[in-house]
């Protein structure tokens, strides 16, 4: 992170340090940012600096780039083709200057005198030594420390919080230079005053709380610039700077996974077979060209590097319809198309290496004895290449993403950018373990009586967390909580023993109810720290212990520290919920939270009742609750 602007053509040393991968999750553009002796926004992308002397630091995923382009399309933006993706500028401690780190902006410009609780503006301040001071008295200087509250809307605009506005509860009688904040003996927010010395006039903060309490939001977005600001018709809300709703980064991801469609595209678009191929409009005409031409097949084998009978008749003419039409070849949803990838793996060869050249290599696990019979098959996952792209950030309150991961276009994102044409990214190179459950089973397990009374209790509560307008479509059903509680579970009981820590294991859910044309059912355990990339092996070999670690997950989580407090939490119509937890039922940090790294939905949407009995719940409620 680069150090803040000082003299016209003067810097000083970098004061923070931000991992790359923290720029897409954490620290991403317009975070705010606790330095030593300041408070920071991170700029957006278009103060990202890249030293023109060197390649930028490209990412390329092609369909992550077409999954997120229709939400990027929706902010006024477009990606480019041939660089969508790029990993954060690294800085340097002994390279301070313009091309080094990400530029940031002083925010906010109130501070608070450790010595007198004095509220003041930064301008009246005086700087000295890196520090703002102030003057208490003729004989008294103290330090100041940046104010904690800011101001926010739904829209995710950021202001500084109207402090004299508040106080006087919207008059301007004061010039707001006598304005104090004392927060009493205890440090409880209800004891915390902001006062007007020169009129006596004071408020609790906490009477900043609610809805259309605060004025109008001026739409200002500071983290794209003093020119970004634009028309809002939303009521500011207090926001603490450090609080877990004051920024919530909106990533999609994508593994790196053969795509059959665009190898054929690039074979049937070369020189060798467009000639020979480009009127095979339909399957007929594509089987007589390849009747009359035996080189047609010869050439697609070489091209793709995969026999010729892999590819339809019915495939080739779609792709030459697509050439035809200046079309890409048509994609199902991320996710999809990953478990689909994986049901076509081949069982595993022992001892088999996999190739250096390619990003990702998955072989079926024969196993030594029995698996648990809810469990299809176990997919090892030996090499893998996640890419993690963000899309946009929200404030107060996080959108929900489909069962693919990905967000509609009517998600309410703040930009990252005004005019960049790519998204920040970072990518992973690591192993996994896929494992897939058996459809009948976890299909009669949603018909049971009491899971079906208890999604429609989570689905109530999803309802309570996001209001009378909330998009029903996006709640992802009974089936995707069971899986991401058996996942957290999971992750908890593999990092004791695969040789990675909780926190460099991620998790991907694959989950599609069994109406759709390709219902999924299955967990993929990976590794997800960006600071160890490359495989050590430990988790494809805990992979194939797979029996004995589910054992220890559902032992884990079927009694909670917190029982029978956890266990008999879950949303309940007309019982009010004063934890505010909608999107859970049993669960809580005791149990079934983890790092939130780890989880692809901030520790939201778990409940482990649906995973084994616990105490209080119905026992048919668990999809676990016989089958170990």
């Given at each position: 992170?680069?150090?803040?602007?000082?003299?016209?053509?003067?810097?000083?040393?970098?004061?923070?340090?931000?991992?790359?991968?923290?720029?897409?999750?954490?620290?991403?553009?317009?975070?705010?940012?606790?330095?030593?002796?300041?408070?920071?926004?991170?700029?957006?992308?278009?103060?990202?600096?890249?030293?023109?002397?060197?390649?930028?630091?490209?990412?390329?995923?092609?369909?992550?780039?077409?999954?997120?382009?229709?939400?990027?399309?929706?902010?006024?933006?477009?990606?480019?083709?041939?660089?969508?993706?790029?990993?954060?500028?690294?800085?340097?401690?002994?390279?301070?200057?313009?091309?080094?780190?990400?530029?940031?902006?002083?925010?906010?410009?109130?501070?608070?005198?450790?010595?007198?609780?004095?509220?003041?503006?930064?301008?009246?301040?005086?700087?000295?030594?890196?520090?703002?001071?102030?003057?208490?008295?003729?004989?008294?200087?103290?330090?100041?420390?940046?104010?904690?509250?800011?101001?926010?809307?739904?829209?995710?605009?950021?202001?500084?919080?109207?402090?004299?506005?508040?106080?006087?509860?919207?008059?301007?009688?004061?010039?707001?230079?006598?304005?104090?904040?004392?927060?009493?003996?205890?440090?409880?927010?209800?004891?915390?005053?902001?006062?007007?010395?020169?009129?006596?006039?004071?408020?609790?903060?906490?009477?900043?709380?609610?809805?259309?309490?605060?004025?109008?939001?001026?739409?200002?977005?500071?983290?794209?610039?003093?020119?970004?600001?634009?028309?809002?018709?939303?009521?500011?809300?207090?926001?603490?700077?450090?609080?877990?709703?004051?920024?919530?980064?909106?990533?999609?991801?994508?593994?790196?996974?053969?795509?059959?469609?665009?190898?054929?595209?690039?074979?049937?678009?070369?020189?060798?077979?467009?000639?020979?191929?480009?009127?095979?409009?339909?399957?007929?005409?594509?089987?007589?060209?390849?009747?009359?031409?035996?080189?047609?097949?010869?050439?697609?084998?070489?091209i793709t590097g995969k026999p010729a009978s892999d590819f339809s008749?019915?495939?080739?003419?779609?792709?030459?319809?697509?050439?035809?039409?200046?079309?890409?070849?048509?994609?199902?949803?991320?996710?999809?198309?990953?478990?689909?990838?994986?049901?076509?793996?081949?069982?595993?060869?022992?001892?088999?290496?996999?190739?250096?050249?390619?990003?990702f290599f998955a072989s079926r696990m024969v196993p030594e004895g029995?698996?648990?019979?809810?469990?299809?098959?176990?997919?090892?996952?030996?090499?893998?290449?996640?890419?993690?792209?963000?899309?946009?950030?929200?404030?107060?309150?996080?959108?929900?993403?489909?069962?693919?991961?990905?967000?509609?276009?009517?998600?309410?994102?703040?930009?990252?950018?005004?005019?960049?044409?790519?998204?920040?990214?970072?990518?992973?190179?690591?192993?996994?373990?896929?494992?897939?459950?058996?459809?009948?089973?976890?299909?009669?397990?949603?018909?049971?009586?009491?899971?079906?009374?208890?999604?429609?209790?989570?689905?109530?509560?999803?309802?309570?967390?996001?209001?009378?307008?909330?998009?029903?479509?996006?709640?992802?059903?009974?089936?995707?909580?069971?899986?991401?509680?058996?996942?957290?579970?999971?992750?908890?009981?593999?990092?004791?023993?695969?040789?990675?820590?909780?926190?460099?294991?991620?998790?991907?859910?694959?989950?599609?109810?069994?109406?759709?044309?390709?219902?999924?059912?299955?967990?993929?355990?990976?590794?997800?720290?960006?600071?160890?990339?490359?495989?050590?092996?430990?988790?494809?070999?805990?992979?194939?212990?797979?029996?004995?670690?589910?054992?220890?997950?559902?032992?884990?989580?079927r009694l909670c520290s917190n029982d029978p407090v956890c266990a008999?939490?879950?949303?309940?119509?007309?019982?009010?919920?004063?934890?505010?937890?909608?999107?859970?039922?049993?669960?809580?940090?005791?149990?079934?939270?983890?790092?939130?790294?780890?989880?692809?939905?901030?520790?939201?949407?778990?409940?482990?009742?649906?995973?084994?009995?616990?105490?209080?719940?119905?026992?048919?409620?668990?999809?676990?609750?016989?089958?170990?």
């Amino acid at each position: 992170m680069a150090a803040k602007q000082g003299k016209k053509n003067q810097y000083r040393p970098p004061d923070g340090r931000i991992r790359l991968s923290q720029l897409v999750t954490t620290f991403g553009p317009g975070a705010m940012v606790d330095l030593v002796d300041h408070a920071v926004l991170v700029g957006g992308l278009d103060y990202w600096r890249y030293d023109a002397k060197q390649p930028r630091p490209t990412v390329d995923e092609q369909r992550l780039r077409d999954a997120v382009l229709p939400r990027v399309k929706a902010l006024g933006l477009n990606l480019a083709q041939g660089a969508p993706f790029l990993t954060g500028p690294a800085g340097t401690d002994d390279a301070a200057g313009p091309w080094n780190g990400i530029r940031v902006a002083e925010f906010p410009a109130w501070f608070v005198c450790q010595n007198c609780q004095a509220l003041c503006h930064r301008k009246g301040l005086e700087e000295k030594g890196g520090k703002y001071r102030h003057q208490c008295s003729r004989a008294r200087v103290g330090t100041c420390v940046p104010i904690r509250f800011v101001a926010s809307c739904r829209d995710g605009h950021l202001d500084e919080f109207p402090w004299n506005w508040f106080v006087h509860k919207g008059g301007s009688r004061c010039d707001g230079k006598d304005l104090y904040f004392r927060e009493g003996g205890t440090g409880d927010f209800s004891e915390v005053v902001v006062k007007c010395d020169a009129c006596q006039a004071w408020r609790h903060l906490s009477e900043a709380r609610g809805d259309k309490v605060l004025p109008r939001c001026a739409g200002r977005r500071p983290w794209l610039g003093r020119q970004a600001d634009v028309t809002c018709d939303h009521h500011l809300q207090l926001l603490s700077r450090t609080a877990s709703n004051a920024y919530f980064a909106q990533t999609v991801s994508a593994l790196s996974i053969p795509e059959k469609g665009r190898e054929l595209q690039k074979a049937v678009g070369s020189a060798k077979l467009w000639p020979s191929l480009k009127k095979s409009t339909d399957a007929t005409k594509a089987a007589q060209a390849r009747s009359l031409f035996e080189d047609i097949d010869i050439a697609l084998a070489s091209i793709t590097g995969k026999p010729a009978s892999d590819f339809s008749d019915a495939e080739i003419a779609a792709t030459v319809n697509a050439i035809h039409g200046g079309q890409g070849v048509a994609r199902e949803g991320l996710r999809t198309a990953e478990y689909k990838e994986f049901l076509t793996a081949k069982k595993e060869v022992p001892a088999e290496i996999p190739p250096r050249e390619v990003d990702f290599f998955a072989s079926r696990m024969v196993p030594e004895g029995k698996l648990p019979s809810v469990i299809a098959d176990i997919t090892l996952v030996k090499k893998l290449r996640r890419v993690t792209a963000q899309v946009g950030f929200t404030r107060l309150s996080a959108p929900t993403a489909d069962l693919q991961g990905t967000y509609s276009e009517q998600a309410k994102l703040s930009a990252l950018t005004l005019s960049q044409d790519w998204l920040p990214a970072t990518e992973i190179f690591g192993e996994g373990v896929l494992i897939r459950f058996d459809e009948a089973r976890v299909k009669a397990w949603e018909e049971r009586p009491a899971v079906v009374e208890r999604a429609q209790a989570l689905l109530y509560g999803y309802r309570q967390q996001f209001g009378e307008n909330a998009d029903l479509s996006l709640f992802p059903g009974v089936r995707y909580f069971m899986l991401h509680s058996l996942s957290h579970l999971l992750m908890s009981a593999l990092a004791l023993e695969c040789g990675y820590a909780a926190a460099s294991l991620a998790e991907r859910i694959y989950c599609a109810p069994a109406t759709d044309p390709t219902p999924m059912a299955a967990i993929l355990i990976m590794t997800g720290s960006a600071g160890a990339e490359g495989t050590l092996g430990g988790l494809v070999e805990q992979g194939r212990k797979i029996a004995s670690h589910l054992k220890r997950a559902c032992d884990m989580g079927r009694l909670c520290s917190n029982d029978p407090v956890c266990a008999a939490h879950a949303p309940r119509e007309g019982a009010p919920d004063p934890t505010e937890r909608y999107l859970e039922g049993a669960a809580c940090h005791g149990c079934l939270y983890v790092a939130e790294p780890s989880c692809e939905r901030f520790n939201g949407y778990l409940d482990r009742a649906l995973v084994i009995p616990t105490m209080v719940n119905d026992p048919t409620l668990a999809f676990l609750g016989e089958a170990l």
